[in-house]
């Protein structure tokens, strides 16, 4: 019995396929027809799996021709530049927010199920509600799989870049995009730690800026940087990881808005690819929900878990019991997700 859609089965046998050189950049694939018969789906299925290979940069179609890879990890710039249109995209939906009373209905519901529980104090890292909660939304979501104690929960970004720096320590070297989200230098500047700009390509930071680079820890914006709109592609992402092994150095996968995307499966995370040895994943609600829910989540590769209760496992979770278990609601009640789907297809009937 299939766990999984299986064009997604199919997306990532080929994903992996690719990656790992059984086909070689240029290479054609099989057809869609050949492709479905061989996994025993239809050819519509097949086509699907195709195209979201197309949409993350693994391949390129030709017309009359095929489908051709277009992954090669030791050229970082065989892909086109980002259309104007994504570049310039800020993710619009007709001004659709995460529906105010399917919100008010989850904080009474919680109000009325834990009453005076919700003025407890919360555990360092976060309630283990939300935290149990998180994992499970990134294993069927965003294919990271983690336990519930690799998450970190705390108030927004700009908090979470502070507890890195507390956590990795203010003698490394931050290498950043340039340009970049400008409070990512901001806090990092203020946390009194070295920084290294480095500057943006078409398909992420630039090769050779990358190779000279001193960076200890990479913090990148991979899907959709702001503000250039630049999206890495499936390459550099791998390029990415290859410094972090090279040096020793950790990436900070800033993963703002990459769930808000007209395609039926959000870009996949450099986390999973990683399987979570070099890895920091952040995210935050503040665009999924709303910019007031200051919610954010941390997920820890294991050589960092033990350095956190270690150095931060005293520290005081920063965001209210209340909010916590709120968000929990949302995420197992499935009306996060649905919210989701609807931006998500207002962006593929706009787009």
Known sequence: MRTKPAYIEIYEKLREDIAEG??????????????????GVSVITAEHAYRLLEEEGYIRSRERSGFFVCYDEKDAFAFPEPSAERKSASVQEGGERFPFSVYARAVRKILSDRGEEVLVKSPGAGRNELRLALARYLARSRGVRVSPDDIVVGSGAEYLYNLIVALLGRGLVYGIESPSYHRIEQVYAACGVKIERLPLGPGGIRSDALDASEADVLHITPYRSFPSGIT????????????????????????????????????ETLFSIDGGRRVIYLNTFSRTVAPAVRIGYLVLPEPLRK???????????TVPTLDQLVLAELLDSGNFERSLNRMRRRLRKNG
């Open 22 to 39: 059984a086909y070689a950049y240029g290479e054609r694939l099989p057809s869609k027809r050949t492709a479905a018969a061989e996994f």
């Open 232 to 267: 890495a592609t499936a390459a550099k992402k791998r390029e990415y990881l290859a410094f972090a092994e090279r040096r020793g150095a950790w990436i900070v996968e800033d993963d703002f808005e990459s769930e808000i995307t007209p395609s039926t499966k959000p870009e």
């Open 307 to 317: 350095a956190f209760e270690d150095k931060l496992g005293s520290w005081s979770c």
